[in-house]
């Protein structure tokens, strides 16, 4: 579909970083290749600035540099984790929040009692794992 709007240049340039993020998006995938997929996701890097302009270098564009080190090698596969954490923890900051009245001191109060709660789970032992997996979707939920 692209192929027949973008000329052929900048086709291949996308159809590095679609390539390489189709693959790190996969259930499983061989650790070898990720050498060779860092590589690609550099050249894309590296040939953005002189299709488009050195403007077009921004954080977001630097960060797949470090796609492979920080984050597909510590937390597996695309799919496993939050490409937006702080989005994640704003819908978490609104549950939060109760009323419309001393909203900030009823968010304050709750993240400190979740803070608590979180201290005082790494401390509980469980006889069995299942008992432990129910404890923590049950502790999960309320976030």
Not at 43 to 56: D, G, H, M, R
Not at 63 to 76: A, M, N, R, S
Request: charged share 20%; glycine share 4%.
């Amino acid at each position: 579909m692209l192929l027949d709007i973008l000329p052929s240049k900048y086709y291949r340039h996308w159809s590095l970083l679609v390539g390489a993020l189709n693959y790190l998006s996969l259930f499983e995938y061989e650790k070898d290749e990720l050498v060779s997929i860092d590589k690609i996701l550099k050249e894309f890097v590296n040939q953005t600035s002189s299709l488009y302009s050195k403007e077009t270098i921004k954080i977001n564009l630097h960060q797949v540099l470090h796609l492979i080190k920080c984050d597909i090698q510590l937390w597996g596969p695309l799919w496993t984790h939050s490409a937006f954490p702080f989005e994640s923890m704003n819908g978490i900051l609104v549950s939060f929040i109760h009323g419309t009245k001393k909203f900030p001191k009823s968010a304050i109060k709750n993240v400190v009692y979740m803070q608590q709660i979180d201290g005082e789970n790494r401390n509980i032992t469980f006889k069995h794992e299942s008992t432990r997996k129910i404890y923590q979707n049950l502790v999960n939920s309320k976030r």
